[in-house]
């Protein structure tokens, strides 16, 4: 059997997520089909070089280890160590200049822009949400009325300024490679993870394809998140594209199964 390391950190706490019992279901399947070893991207070194393949998945929030984090890439791409998902992406993996970049370029985001020189491209709204660039999981998460934006400090470009937007309810859409697998949706914005099964149209589909493409990912797990406006429309909240929860125990086991299957064959495709 081929060697994977599955690296994940089954003692992070993540509010209203199950990151242990997640990895514990993924695990147990592909044991049936890899030699698989778990262990922390902090002490993954002495392993890389004896692993066919080395499988990022739910590490937690970087910034936490950020020095090993960073250590860690460099020796992948000196190396050369074969990585799922491959740390080609262009969304959150890369930190969120995303945001402002797809702003500027018209994609349907949330507008986003990072100085106050900036503002005007914004819709004027009562609150705006500040966040930091490299955040994840609400880390840094703030939110301003006008007067106090127009005194804050947004020094070398490391903030997000975007409206607060008044949305319906929040939706993700996971992918393996580029293929669509399924999607779930938050009907009570005020718990984001209480998620149940989403039925997507062709445009929600196309919405969500077209970050796919534009991050051209061609081994690897993403989740577009969106959320629905007052008018109907979807803007893209987050691409995440390093370590995306799953949400397994929301789905149901033809769905699991289903994923489960695709994930395997994307991993030997890999290792050949």
């Not at 009562?126 to 934006?149: E, H, V, W």
């Not at 993700?172 to 949706?185: H, R």
């Not at 969500?208 to 990912?217: L, P």
């Not at 594209?241 to 949400?247: G, Q």
């Amino acid at each position: 059997m081929k060697k994977l390391l599955y690296l994940t950190d089954l003692y992070y706490h993540a509010v209203g997520r199950k990151y242990r019992e997640e990895d514990l279901i993924v695990t147990e399947h592909l044991r049936n089909y890899f030699d698989i070893a778990l262990c922390h991207p902090r002490q993954s070194q002495g392993f890389e070089s004896s692993a066919d393949l080395i499988v990022f998945r739910n590490t937690g929030s970087v910034i936490f280890y950020q020095e090993d984090f960073d250590a860690f890439k460099r020796r992948v791409r000196e190396k050369g160590l074969p990585i799922f998902n491959e740390f080609t992406g262009k969304g959150d993996m890369a930190g969120k200049q995303y945001l402002v970049d797809l702003t500027a370029a018209g994609y349907p985001v949330i507008p986003t822009v990072d100085t106050l020189a900036e503002l005007h491209r914004l819709p004027a709204c009562g609150s705006y949400a500040i966040k930091p660039k490299n955040g994840a999981d609400s880390i840094g998460l703030k939110f301003l009325d006008p007067a106090q934006l127009a005194q804050a400090q947004f020094p070398d470009r490391r903030t997000l300024i975007q409206p607060t937007v008044d949305f319906v309810y929040e939706v993700s859409f996971y992918f393996i490679n580029n293929k669509f697998e399924y999607a779930m949706y938050a009907p009570d914005k005020t718990r984001r993870w209480v998620l149940e099964p989403y039925s997507p149209t062709e445009a929600d589909l196309s919405f969500a394809r077209t970050f796919i493409d534009w991050n051209d990912i061609r081994y690897g797990i993403q989740r577009v998140d969106a959320c629905r406006t007052r008018e109907g429309a979807l803007l893209l909240m987050e691409l995440e594209d390093l370590n995306p929860y799953l949400s397994f125990e929301c789905i149901d086991e033809a769905t699991q199964k289903r994923f489960l299957a695709d994930f395997t064959a994307a991993l030997q495709e890999v290792v050949g």
